[in-house]
């Protein structure tokens, strides 16, 4: 019975995207911030509140083809940011198997094997050559 209902309430509206996501996210971090107390915590207990809401009304909306143009421009400004962590999280999982290089002439981003002892490294972008200690 209730789910039927809650099936039925959310059918057509947009849901949690992920710039609901972030400004959920974001109303954790200042509900932390507001335990700080006096006239801070309660800007932040504010902003709380704000982005709660604001969380919930672009869930519940009924209007998805424009919170998805939001999301859209949302996905397309923090492209940039998004695939930094992305590459520094893979990195970071690949540390013990591999040594990361940066190309001197290009800076492009080379892997290598880790245990190789001292080996010459050609970037496959540009070519050039350069040693270095696995």
């Known amino acids: 019975m209730i789910r039927r209902f809650l099936y039925n309430f959310f059918r ?15 109303s954790l971090a200042f509900l932390l911030l507001s335990l700080l107390g ?9 902003l709380t509140i704000a982005s709660m809401v604001y969380a919930w009304f672009r869930a ?9 143009q939001e999301n859209a421009r949302f996905l397309s400004a923090t492209a940039g940011i998004r695939r930094r962590a992305r590459n520094l999280k893979t990195r970071f999982s690949q540390r013990k198997d591999f040594k ?10 080379l892997r290598v094997p880790r245990g190789k002892g001292k080996i010459q490294i050609t970037c496959r972008k540009c070519g050039n050559r350069f040693s270095g200690k696995t």
């Open 12 to 26: 057509g509206r947009n849901g949690f995207d992920q710039l609901a996501m972030v400004f959920w996210a974001a």
């Open 100 to 109: 990361f290089f940066t190309c001197p002439t290009c800076h492009t981003l």
């Open 60 to 68: 519940l909306s009924r209007n998805v083809g424009r919170r998805a």
């Open 38 to 46: 006096g006239t801070v915590g309660a800007v932040f207990y504010a």
